[in-house]
């Protein structure tokens, strides 16, 4: 960056903007054909106005009446869409079932395991096995919550 690019660092916002009087216009246009570097500052200072002014979107005729009547027939029709609705609630029972199976398992054939007060301050000193500990306590504690809520739901449609 020369002395001349210097001088004209301070103007390029406003030379973008247009309110540069005619003949310092003149002289920065001359300036960004043989400078690289201030010729890149111009087209990105452009840019970033561009990007930074608000645009209009106008929608098109009829626009607002075609939602209007859209939402008209969805409230007379009593029905709501159900976009990208997942019934997977059954799993629930199978994911505790599986969880305490696994549970009992491994206490039962593998007595060497060592217990949970043993193991707490190895649990602690890696993150990522507190983790996937803390993961899988929340995988028991919500699949057990859910096999309640659903023995409930299932026991009020009996």
Not at 25 to 41: G, Q, Y
Not at 107 to 127: D, R, V, W
Request: charged share 20%; aromatic share 8%.
């Amino acid at each position: 960056m020369n002395d001349e690019c210097k001088k004209y660092d301070d103007s390029i916002e406003s030379y973008i903007l247009g309110e540069l009087p005619d003949e310092l216009m003149k002289e920065i246009d001359e300036h960004i054909e043989t400078c690289n570097d201030c010729r890149m500052k111009v087209a990105t200072a452009k840019f970033i106005e561009k990007s930074l002014t608000p645009q209009l979107h106008i929608p098109p005729p009829g626009f607002a009446r075609a939602v209007a009547l859209n939402i008209s027939d969805i409230a007379q029709s009593k029905k709501v869409p159900a976009y990208g609705r997942l019934d997977v609630w059954w799993l629930a029972p199978w994911i505790a079932g599986i969880s305490t199976a696994f549970f009992i398992l491994f206490k039962l054939f593998a007595p060497s395991i060592p217990s949970i007060t043993q193991l707490a301050p190895k649990i602690i000193a890696n993150p990522l096995t507190l983790l996937a500990v803390i993961t899988i306590l929340f995988m028991l504690i919500t699949s057990t919550i859910s096999v309640a809520i659903i023995g409930v739901a299932s026991q009020k449609h009996l």
